[in-house]
């Protein structure tokens, strides 16, 4: 696309696949569940316009970046090790400015804490702060508050979630994943495979097309869902790791963007963490918490022009 690079870099004992394009300071762009660097495709060529240079992974377990068989090496300090390693490569000793939605702003929050100084700023989309909880793991409490049938719940059994998804077709399981504008919470009961509809037709959205679509799923069948997976199957063992954090701020600049209509601004109690100031408690430096009217989960593909704006407003006064 339009001059972006393609290379492999051997970052933390794995080949790592990155995007890049333009000179200047660097933005890392970490990408979410069911998606890649192709998320950011729009990100990358506004901001290397605007004298940045954008690089955007594939994280461990997806596109062409490897993807280890041992389903435990996929928590986040294997992740944010992965990303130190890149930095090591790309950018030396220098911070660089983070963008990540979804599981990659998870991600994100993970590297701020345990690495805040190669951070110069942060742009997360989507998934606020999440503090830990020392009373309780975080797959006991999704159960808790929405049923086994939640889709983090049903995504810990390894194989099975893979099988359903192998019967109803990767185009389609992405197209209904990628297309979803509900903000209830996501529900996949057992027996009711995600995107088996018969043969009801998914409009793609203005945002979305058949060749991004096709782009995705290529990945998606040659890699499989399961590295992305596992990330899920990992948050129990991030919570075990990461005891010693438990209470400690997110001391950088944060941006955070989050549309009104996204299934995780009305799960988890993020809404009233947001509006009850407990997440500024968490991250000192939130500098500005935007709700964007009419926006659903996949912000930074449906709003790409609005999303790259926010995050240029941003990052140049750093």
């Given at each position: 696309?339009?001059?972006?690079?393609?290379?492999?870099?051997?970052v933390?004992?794995?080949?790592?696949?990155?995007?890049?394009?333009?000179?200047g300071?660097?933005?890392?762009?970490?990408?979410?569940?069911?998606?890649?660097?192709?998320?950011?495709?729009?990100?990358i060529?506004?901001?290397?316009s605007?004298?940045?240079?954008?690089?955007?992974?594939?994280?461990?377990?997806?596109?062409?970046?490897?993807?280890?068989?041992?389903?435990?090496?996929?928590?986040?300090?294997?992740?944010?090790g992965?990303?130190i390693?890149?930095?090591?490569?790309i950018?030396?000793?220098?911070?660089?400015?983070?963008?990540?939605?979804?599981?990659?702003?998870l991600?994100?929050w993970?590297?701020?804490l345990?690495?805040?100084?190669?951070?110069?700023a942060?742009?997360?989309?989507?998934?606020?702060?999440?503090?830990?909880?020392?009373q309780?793991?975080l797959?006991?409490s999704?159960?808790?508050m929405y049923?086994?049938?939640?889709?983090?719940?049903?995504f810990?059994?390894?194989?099975e979630?893979?099988?359903?998804?192998?019967?109803?077709?990767?185009?389609?399981?992405?197209?209904?994943?990628?297309?979803?504008?509900s903000?209830?919470?996501?529900?996949?009961p057992?027996?009711k495979?995600?995107?088996d509809?018969?043969?009801?037709q998914?409009?793609?959205?203005?945002?979305?097309?058949?060749?991004?679509?096709n782009?995705?799923?290529?990945?998606?069948d040659?890699?499989?869902?399961t590295?992305?997976?596992?990330?899920?199957?990992?948050m129990?063992?991030?919570?075990?790791?990461?005891?010693?954090?438990?209470?400690?701020?997110v001391?950088?600049?944060?941006?955070?963007?989050?549309?009104?209509?996204d299934?995780?601004y009305?799960?988890?109690?993020?809404?009233?963490?947001?509006?009850?100031?407990?997440?500024?408690?968490?991250?000192?430096?939130?500098?500005?918490?935007?709700?964007?009217?009419?926006?659903?989960h996949?912000?930074?593909?449906?709003?790409?022009?609005?999303?790259?704006?926010h995050?240029?407003d941003?990052i140049?006064k750093?």
């Amino acid at each position: 696309m339009e001059g972006i690079e393609h290379r492999t870099v051997n970052v933390n004992g794995i080949n790592m696949h990155i995007a890049e394009k333009g000179q200047g300071p660097i933005i890392l762009f970490l990408h979410g569940f069911p998606e890649l660097w192709y998320s950011w495709r729009h990100q990358i060529l506004a901001l290397s316009s605007l004298g940045y240079r954008a690089v955007a992974p594939d994280l461990r377990g997806y596109g062409d970046t490897d993807a280890p068989a041992d389903p435990t090496s996929y928590t986040s300090l294997h992740v944010v090790g992965d990303l130190i390693a890149l930095l090591n490569v790309i950018a030396a000793e220098e911070k660089v400015f983070v963008v990540g939605h979804d599981w990659g702003a998870l991600i994100a929050w993970s590297l701020c804490l345990y690495r805040p100084d190669r951070v110069k700023a942060l742009v997360n989309l989507s998934v606020a702060f999440m503090p830990r909880n020392p009373q309780m793991k975080l797959v006991d409490s999704f159960r808790a508050m929405y049923g086994d049938d939640y889709y983090i719940c049903r995504f810990q059994e390894p194989g099975e979630v893979e099988a359903e998804f192998a019967q109803v077709g990767t185009a389609r399981v992405l197209k209904t994943m990628l297309t979803s504008r509900s903000p209830r919470p996501f529900i996949l009961p057992k027996g009711k495979r995600l995107g088996d509809s018969g043969d009801t037709q998914i409009i793609l959205p203005s945002w979305l097309t058949e060749e991004d679509i096709n782009y995705y799923a290529s990945k998606f069948d040659q890699k499989g869902f399961t590295g992305g997976l596992n990330y899920y199957r990992n948050m129990d063992l991030n919570w075990e790791l990461t005891a010693a954090w438990t209470g400690v701020q997110v001391k950088v600049p944060v941006k955070y963007i989050v549309g009104d209509l996204d299934l995780v601004y009305h799960s988890f109690g993020t809404k009233e963490y947001i509006q009850s100031g407990e997440f500024k408690k968490d991250v000192p430096f939130l500098q500005e918490a935007v709700v964007m009217e009419g926006a659903a989960h996949f912000i930074n593909q449906e709003k790409p022009d609005e999303i790259s704006k926010h995050i240029y407003d941003f990052i140049q006064k750093f």
